[in-house]
């Protein structure tokens, strides 16, 4: 297993950078919510075995759903794609390929270049 001094952040540049911190932010999140419905299944079975619900024990409804863990995100149909089949739905920060595409650093969304040529990568769905 590889750890995180491990990573040679030297040679990514900024875009690299943000796109990693990107897919880090999203993996923490997807294990504290598996953390989250693990600990509420854990304590519900040791309330039970006592002959309580844990929503009695703490007065609230759990915030997630016990059992099967429920992926919150919900699919966004791409609005974008390249000549090598990568694809964004055009929300949140641009991918590094639509960088590199667009030949910048970070998208600047107010510059009439910029969404000229990301216009170009558009798909058509007729």
């Known amino acids: 297993m590889m750890g995180a001094n491990d990573v040679d952040l030297e040679g990514l540049s900024i875009g690299d950078l943000r796109e990693l911190k990107k897919r880090i ?28 619900s844990l929503a009695d024990i703490v007065r609230i409804k759990p915030k997630v759903k016990l059992g099967r863990a429920q992926d919150r ?34 998208r600047d969304k107010d510059d009439p270049e910029q969404t000229k040529k990301l216009a170009e990568l558009l798909i058509n769905d007729d």
Request: no cysteine.
């Open 73 to 106: 995100r919900q699919d966004v149909k791409a609005k974008y794609r390249d000549a090598n089949g990568n694809t964004w739905s055009g929300r949140g920060n641009a991918p590094l390929w639509v960088l590199e595409y667009l030949g910048v650093e970070e």
């Open 25 to 52: 932010d999203s993996r923490i999140d997807d294990i504290k919510h598996q953390n989250e419905v693990e600990l509420l299944e854990m304590m519900e079975i040791e309330a039970a075995k006592r002959g309580v």
